[in-house]
């Protein structure tokens, strides 16, 4: 019998070599055991809202006064909602003449680039052009786009940190392209290391491979660190030197939990350094409504601005955004909410800035906890959480159970982390998943259940964890 084109062995070979552990094997079964009535806890994923974060009460305002925009004619809509939230939907309306139902332009909606654009020289100090500012669905559409524009072939290589967010390795997958792992040292806080890198890109190019674009992930995501503006600068010499292009996944900017390295955006890094690299570099900045003290995933608002690409490039881009005709309209409202939120003196302030306050303290307090938490286990070490949403603890796995994970046919730290699940219902990804050192183990944890849950989550983990290793490592702690 003929084989059909959308039988298994005649799919995309690019298709079948994508791996996405954040919804991996530990997802489908923490899925499975749901169904069967476990509870079950999914610190698999950065997404707070489903772990019970409140949404901001300013922008679902707008929102719903924009997707509703006939309660703008109820005479007691003054009654429902405050004076600025029915002036911005007002405001939004005005930009987007068809609502919330009609597309808009494919790079996004006019005056909601401007906002971002204003959004990135008050951050900056340096002016934004909004026709370099495009609307995404989330920012991952935006890195899919650009690793799209960057990969041509098999031999066009990009570094992308390990541990890694897997949207890059699924993506230069998808692309065709090839991973170029450059590993951030553990012992250092998750610190780079430019020998290293350098022999990357000497070994990658010694294969034949066309290193083309460098991601950096700040605040790190698995890894939670924050990059000082000397790693910035040391970054962007190393890309003016080497010819590649710079990909800046800075979507966890908000989420900074110490304070001796705030974040600093790779862009303002760049313009202080002044010509040439401020005129040569090729930049692509990625932020979202995703993460910080928003969390809004589902409503998938995002945004890139390039620096440096030619004018030819941008009008390539444009184009490829256009077969898309139109990133989500509230999502693109979200955003600029986010980037243009209500100032001292509006109604809504006062309430805002106590929400956005209450969130950003209480991951603060979740990321000591959970940091914490970890380093009191047997056989754990964990870097302090300095940022992002997420800790990565290490687990020194006994020689047994790395033994027992092999008769199973798992990575071990698959195993552990599937004992864990079944154990005590917390759901969270093997190191694996973002690449770590041989012979090293980790698993990704959020920090994102509700902060009155830690003390029984945190018990639970080291309950298990104590078990697992009194059976493998042969004894019982007395």
Same mark, same amino acid.
Not at 12 to 34: F, I, T
Not at 69 to 92: E, Q, S, T
């Given at each position: 019998?003929?084989?059909?084109?959308?039988?298994?062995?005649?799919?995309?070979?690019?298709?079948?070599?994508?791996? &996405?552990?954040?919804?991996?094997?530990?997802?489908?079964? =923490?899925?499975?055991?749901?169904?069967?009535?476990?509870?079950?806890?999914?610190?698999?994923?950065?997404?707070?809202?489903?772990?019970?974060?409140?949404?901001?009460?300013?922008?679902?305002?707008?929102?719903?006064?924009?997707?509703?925009?006939?309660?703008?004619?109820?005479?007691?809509?003054?009654?429902? !909602?405050?004076?600025?939230?029915?002036?911005?939907?007002?405001?939004?309306?005005?930009?987007?003449?068809?609502?919330?139902?009609?597309?808009?332009?494919?790079?996004?909606?006019?005056?909601?680039?401007?906002?971002?654009?204003?959004?990135?020289?008050?951050?900056?100090?340096?002016?934004?052009?909004?026709?370099?500012?495009?609307?995404?669905?989330?920012?991952?559409?935006?890195?899919?786009?650009?690793?799209?524009?960057?990969?041509?072939?098999?031999?066009?290589?990009?570094?992308?940190?390990?541990?890694?967010?897997?949207?890059?390795? =699924?993506?230069?997958?998808?692309?065709?392209?090839?991973?170029?792992?450059?590993?951030?040292?553990?012992?250092?806080?998750?610190?780079?290391?430019? $020998?290293?890198?350098?022999?990357?890109?000497?070994?990658?190019?010694?294969?034949? +491979?066309?290193?083309?674009?460098? $991601?950096?992930?700040?605040?790190?995501?698995?890894?939670?660190?924050?990059?000082?503006?000397?790693?910035?600068?040391?970054?962007?010499?190393?890309? &003016?030197?080497?010819?590649?292009?710079?990909?800046?996944?800075?979507?966890?900017?908000?989420?900074?939990?110490?304070?001796?390295?705030? !974040?600093?955006?790779?862009?303002?890094?760049?313009?202080?350094?002044?010509?040439?690299?401020?005129?040569?570099?090729?930049?692509?900045?990625?932020h979202t409504v995703s993460k910080g003290f928003w969390g809004e995933c589902g409503q998938r608002g995002g945004y890139f601005e390039m620096t440096n690409l030619p004018p030819k490039t941008v009008d390539e881009i444009y184009k490829v955004a256009s077969i898309a005709l139109s990133p989500n309209v509230p999502g693109q409202i979200f955003?600029?909410?986010? $980037?243009?939120?209500?100032?001292?003196?509006?109604?809504?302030?006062?309430?805002?800035?106590?929400?956005?306050?209450?969130?950003?303290?209480?991951?603060?307090?979740?990321?000591?906890?959970?940091?914490?938490?970890?380093?009191?286990?047997?056989?754990?070490?964990?870097?302090?959480?300095?940022?992002?949403?997420?800790?990565?603890?290490? +687990?020194?796995?006994?020689?047994?159970?790395?033994?027992?994970?092999?008769?199973?046919?798992? =990575?071990?730290?698959?195993?552990?982390?599937?004992?864990?699940?079944?154990?005590?219902?917390?759901?969270?990804?093997?190191?694996?998943?973002?690449?770590?050192?041989?012979?090293?183990?980790?698993?990704?944890?959020? +920090?994102?259940?509700?902060?009155?849950?830690?003390? =029984?989550?945190?018990?639970?983990?080291?309950?298990?964890?104590?078990?697992?290793?009194?059976?493998?490592?042969?004894?019982?702690?007395?």
């Open positions: 019998m003929a084989r059909k084109p959308l039988d298994y062995d005649q799919l995309n070979e690019n298709v079948k070599k994508v791996q &996405y552990a954040v919804r991996g094997e530990l997802y489908l079964r =923490a899925s499975e055991l749901q169904k069967e009535g476990k509870k079950i806890i999914f610190t698999n994923v950065g997404n707070p809202h489903a772990l019970g974060q409140k949404p901001l009460t300013f922008p679902r305002q707008v929102v719903a006064l924009c997707q509703a925009p006939f309660l703008l004619d109820d005479p007691n809509v003054g009654l429902m !909602f405050p004076a600025d939230a029915i002036a911005r939907a007002k405001h939004y309306l005005s930009l987007a003449p068809g609502g919330l139902g009609a597309y808009s332009d494919s790079r996004g909606i006019p005056g909601i680039r401007k906002e971002v654009a204003d959004f990135i020289q008050r951050r900056d100090g340096y002016p934004s052009d909004p026709e370099l500012i495009y609307l995404t669905d989330g920012a991952s559409k935006g890195v899919m786009q650009m690793l799209n524009a960057i990969i041509r072939n098999e031999r066009d290589g990009i570094l992308v940190p390990v541990p890694q967010y897997p949207l890059y390795s =699924a993506a230069i997958s998808l692309f065709g392209g090839s991973l170029v792992p450059y590993y951030l040292e553990e012992e250092a806080n998750w610190g780079l290391d430019f $020998v290293n890198i350098r022999q990357t890109v000497a070994e990658a190019r010694s294969k034949g +491979i066309t290193v083309r674009a460098m $991601v950096i992930i700040n605040p790190g995501n698995p890894t939670g660190q924050c990059l000082s503006e000397a790693n910035i600068k040391e970054l962007l010499q190393f890309c &003016y030197h080497e010819n590649l292009a710079l990909l800046a996944d800075e979507v966890y900017q908000q989420n900074i939990y110490q304070d001796e390295r705030p !974040f600093i955006s790779a862009r303002k890094v760049l313009f202080d350094m002044g010509p040439p690299l401020s005129r040569e570099v090729q930049l692509v900045s990625f955003m600029g909410v986010m $980037v243009n939120p209500p100032k001292p003196g509006d109604n809504s302030y006062l309430k805002f800035a106590a929400e956005s306050k209450s969130i950003l303290e209480s991951m603060r307090r979740r990321a000591r906890m959970m940091t914490d938490g970890f380093n009191s286990c047997r056989n754990i070490v964990c870097n302090f959480t300095e940022g992002a949403m997420y800790s990565f603890p290490q +687990i020194r796995l006994p020689p047994r159970a790395i033994e027992a994970a092999k008769r199973a046919g798992k =990575a071990p730290d698959v195993f552990y982390c599937l004992k864990l699940l079944e154990a005590t219902g917390i759901s969270t990804v093997p190191g694996s998943g973002f690449g770590q050192k041989e012979g090293v183990f980790h698993l990704r944890t959020t +920090i994102l259940p509700a902060e009155e849950d830690f003390p =029984a989550i945190i018990s639970s983990f080291k309950k298990f964890n104590d078990s697992f290793m009194d059976q493998y490592e042969g004894y019982s702690r007395m």
